[in-house]
């Protein structure tokens, strides 16, 4: 991740232009496990988490990105008179891109490619547990890493509003694993100031590896900041 935020801060050195593709945004997110963290916990309840973009136009139409999104998750608890335990997970997804826009009146229509990083951590069990006997407790993360294509587009609405709508495929591997990532948001920007916005989002995943098929949903609110 340094080296990806080394770059970015690099490009942000150059000139930019006052667009779709300059901005950054960060806020909460309360992700809705959809089967990724009940697989490693046993029974997965939404806690916060958190999310961050960051663009930058730093030549013509090309424009580079960073985007982190956090969620959390807590499982059951195990209480016994000689042992005590609470289960947890979560999921941290990592994008560095380079992409290329086009202007089309109230539409501005991009492609890009991402240098993905997805990590899922978690302390949990699928198994039952017995009173009186030590649960099986796995405490274990693992990371997988690839690249991946996003197509997208910004939609002027209105004057005070803007909504981003996109969709990515990465591939990844982790272990010799194949891994499919796909990814689509619906990012909704209300302006309330000459560049501040309020923030809005609902985005979904999918994991696809050899006999899993498991996502979440990942409701965000925050603010941005357009340069």
């Known amino acids: 991740m340094k080296k990806h935020l080394i770059l970015l801060a690099a490009l942000t050195s150059l000139p930019a232009a006052a667009n779709d593709f300059s901005s950054i945004s960060f806020g909460a997110q309360y992700g809705i496990d959809d089967g990724l963290s009940d697989s490693v916990i046993g029974h997965a309840e939404s806690s916060l988490g958190g999310y961050g973009r960051l663009s930058w136009n730093f030549y013509d139409h090309i424009f580079a990105d960073y985007n982190i999104s956090y969620s959390s998750f807590d499982g059951p608890s195990f209480q016994s008179q000689h042992f005590s ?36 951590s978690y302390k949990g069990t699928t198994g039952s547990f017995t009173p009186g006997t030590p649960p ?92």
């Open 85 to 120: 335990t609470t289960t947890y997970a979560s999921t941290t997804k990592q994008d560095f891109g380079i992409g290329y826009y086009f202007e089309l009146g109230s539409y501005s229509p991009y492609i890009k490619i991402n240098k993905t990083s997805f990590k899922q």
């Open 136 to 227: 099986d407790i796995s405490d274990a993360s693992y990371t997988a890493d690839g690249y991946g294509l996003e197509l997208g587009s910004f939609i002027h609405m209105s004057e005070n509003w803007t909504l981003k709508v996109l969709g990515s495929i990465s591939k990844l591997e982790e272990s010799g694993q194949d891994i499919d990532l796909y990814e689509t948001y619906a990012i909704s920007d209300t302006k309330f100031g000459s560049n501040w916005a309020f923030e809005a989002a609902l985005g979904y995943r999918k994991l696809k590896a050899q006999g899993a098929d498991l996502g979440e949903f990942m409701p965000q609110v925050g603010l941005k900041y357009d340069f």
